[in-house]
Structure formats: structure tokens, C-alpha cells
T-cell receptor, first 114, second 114 residues
Framework: AQSVAQPEDQVNVAEGNPLTVKCTYS??????LFWYVQYPNRGLQFLLK??????LVKGSYGFEAEFNKSQTSFHLKKPSALVSDSALYFC????????????FGAGTRLFVKA | DAGVTQSPTHLIKTRGQQVTLRCSPK?????VSWYQQALGQGPQFIFQ???????QRGNFPDRFSGHQFPNYSSELNVNALLLGDSALYLC?????????????FGPGTRLTVT
């Protein structure tokens, strides 16, 4: 069965510092990995994806993520956090054998302090 | 270019009642997926519609049903509502085929069952 784990319920970081939001996954087949962000009372907004190719993928708003197959991880990173980055972040996975179903993690709340 | 729209925004129903939620996909998209997001959790896949048929279903009972119309819009129906059905219901659209991995989410419908 496919699963996604986001081990941290909350991440706190000071503005200007680098941030990392962790994600690990368990799938059979090749993973397709995604990060989404959710602001209060809003739907999910796509940030970036890994399908194949370069392990380091760059996305919207200066975010990037690194696919690590051996560690089954896909951590979200940003070199310099902004207060406006404060939101709820979801990691998600599909596979080439799992059909069209996308599995989401429980989410990590990011707080960036000024 | 309109994004994904959902109606209504909020809804309050009583246990045992039935509810219909509506979704219009992003222009150019032909695939619609529905998700349930309970408070404090990640979205859970309910089902996906493509070419007016249910293409894949998550672990939800038959009380949850859907429909897709020729214009690609979709409805989610829930019968015999339970208190546990209270959640944010998200619709996501995508384009089948190449690059269909990326989903665009609507703002959601907040359903409260009393």
C-alpha cells in the first residue's frame, strides 16, 4: 500500500533562514512526488513535482525539493524563508502502478517568524 | 482563465440527509478528482472521473457517488449523512494524458453535518 509520512506536525523558522519540510514515502512502483501548499480557507496550490530525471526539482516561490530514492524521501527546501511562506504544506505521491489515486501526507504547518 | 470552481462554499446538513456538491474544472481540463479533507488531516482520495465515468475509487462507502457531465463538470453526492462526513471537500482537475500528474484544486466546500 502507498503511504506518505510527514514526521513534523510543525516547523518553526526565522525569516531569512533556510527551511526544510520533511517527507518520506512508501510505494510499490516508481513514485511521482508532489508538494502542495494550503493557505487558510483555501484549496491546495501546486508547488512542484518529481516525475523523472534530475533529482533536484525547482518550483514556485523559490521552493525546491530533492528526490532521494535510497532514503525514499522528498524533502521540501527553501534557502531563505519569508513570513508569507507560513502555511500548511502537504507532500503527496502517485505511482506508475497505482493508477490515478494520489495519497497525501497529514501536512506540516510552517511558521516563519519575522 | 477561470480556475477550478466549487459550489456551494459552505453547507450545513442534518444527519441522514443527502447533499450534492458541484465542481467546474479549469479550462482545458477533462479529468476531475474529489477529495475529503477532515480537520487536521491531509486530503483523502474519494474518486476520479474521466469521460463521464468513475475511473478509480478510494476507500469510501457507496454512500459517496459522483457524476461527470459532457462539459467535464462534476458532482459529488453523499447520501445518509453521518457526523463523520463533516469535512472540507476538494475538487481537483487535470488533463488526461501527458503531464496529467499536476492537479489544480478548487477552494473547497465546507460541509458540516449536525
Amino acid at each position: 500500500a502507498q503511504s506518505v509520512a510527514q514526521p513534523e506536525d510543525q516547523v518553526n523558522v526565522a525569516e531569512g533562514n533556510p527551511l526544510t519540510v520533511k517527507c518520506t514515502y512508501s510505494v510499490s512502483g516508481n513514485p511521482y512526488l508532489f508538494w502542495y501548499v494550503q493557505y487558510p480557507n483555501r484549496g491546495l496550490q501546486f508547488l512542484l513535482k518529481y516525475i523523472t530525471g534530475d533529482n533536484l526539482v525547482k518550483g514556485s516561490y523559490g521552493f525546491e525539493a530533492e528526490f532521494n530514492k535510497s532514503q525514499t524521501s522528498f524533502h521540501l527546501k527553501k534557502p531563505s524563508a519569508l513570513v508569507s511562506d507560513s502555511a500548511l504544506y502537504f507532500c503527496a505521491v502517485r505511482t506508475d502502478t497505482g493508477g490515478f489515486k494520489t495519497i497525501f501526507g497529514a501536512g506540516t504547518r510552517l511558521f516563519v517568524k519575522a | 482563465d477561470a480556475g477550478v470552481t466549487q459550489s456551494p462554499t459552505h453547507l450545513i446538513k442534518t444527519r441522514g440527509q443527502q447533499v450534492t456538491l458541484r465542481c467546474s474544472p479549469k479550462s482545458g481540463h477533462d479529468t476531475v478528482s474529489w477529495y475529503q479533507q477532515a480537520l487536521g488531516q491531509g486530503p483523502q482520495f474519494i474518486f476520479q472521473y474521466y469521460e463521464e465515468e468513475e475511473r478509480q475509487r478510494g476507500n469510501f462507502p457507496d454512500r459517496f457517488s459522483g457524476h461527470q457531465f459532457p462539459n467535464y463538470s462534476s458532482e459529488l453526492n453523499v447520501n445518509a449523512l453521518l457526523l463523520g462526513d463533516s469535512a472540507l471537500y476538494l475538487c481537483a482537475s487535470s488533463q488526461a494524458g501527458h503531464n496529467s500528474y499536476e492537479q489544480y484544486f478548487g477552494p473547497g466546500t465546507r460541509l458540516t453535518v449536525t
